[in-house]
């Protein structure tokens, strides 16, 4: 069955690096875009980044832009997230998440937690 | 940046109860929004797309409406597994996608 499976996250400190991986199964990962989705303790979503099916076009929100990078490598099924300069509001859990194409997302991971603490 | 805004922040009701959650959009987004139930300590799940399409599988209680900045989601007779928070979502072109703020829909 189709699967999303978030990997990476962890205890970091602030101004250190992390990088979160997405492994994909049972649908053809190339067909669809890719967003990154994040949720902090107790609060709501926030949308992260974006990336086109083909890896062609990124977005970001403004508060990553500049910190953090969206890739994909599509002949090994996986979506990455390279987070830099991380701060303590960047805590959060952070979802993968399958786009049909410029539109609604239709499928999430079950999350990975990333804790920026001291 | 579009901005979405959703009322109420928390309701109360009973099993059977109809129940409107309401997402505005800072600017016109066609519609080009979509509906999310989130459970605790679980991923969202894609109720509506395209404001008023049913997600294959979502039961028929669930109806979304609107067009523009105003738009609705709609149970219909909410039901024990109903309770959960809503996010709306928009994804209008050339805009970085955004997401209401969130409804938590509690048992009265």
């Known amino acids: 069955q189709e699967q999303l499976v978030e990997s990476g996250g962890g205890v970091v400190q602030p101004g250190r690096s992390l990088r979160l991986s997405c492994a994909a199964s049972?649908?053809?990962?190339?067909?669809?875009?890719m967003h990154w989705v994040r949720q902090a303790p107790g609060k709501g979503l926030e949308w992260v980044a974006l990336?086109?099916?083909?890896?062609?076009?990124?977005y970001y929100a403004e508060s990553v832009k500049g910190r953090f990078t969206i890739s994909r490598d599509n002949s090994k099924n996986t979506l990455h997230l390279q987070m830099n300069s991380l701060r303590a509001e960047d805590t959060a859990v952070y979802y993968c998440?399958?786009?049909?194409?410029?539109?609604?997302?239709?499928?999430w991971g079950q999350g990975t937690l990333v804790t920026v603490s001291s | 940046d579009i901005q979405m805004t959703q009322s109420p922040s928390t309701l109360s009701a009973s099993v059977g109860d109809r129940v409107t959650i309401t997402c505005r959009a800072s600017q016109s987004i066609t519609n080009r929004l979509a509906w999310y139930q989130q459970k605790p300590g679980k991923a969202p799940k894609l109720l509506i797309y395209?404001?008023?399409s049913l997600e294959t599988g979502v039961p028929s209680r669930f109806s979304g409406s609107g067009s523009g900045t105003e738009f609705t989601l709609t149970i219909g007779s909410l039901q024990p597994d109903d309770f959960a928070t809503y996010y709306c979502?928009?994804?209008?072109?050339?805009?970085?996608?955004?997401f209401g703020q969130g409804t938590k829909v509690g048992i009265k």
């Open positions: 395209l404001a008023s």
């Open positions: 979502q928009q994804y209008n072109r050339n805009s970085p996608y955004s």
């Open positions: 998440a399958r786009d049909p194409g410029g539109r609604e997302i239709d499928f």
């Open positions: 990336i086109w099916y083909d890896g062609s076009k990124t």
């Open positions: 049972g649908f053809i990962l190339s067909t669809y875009g």
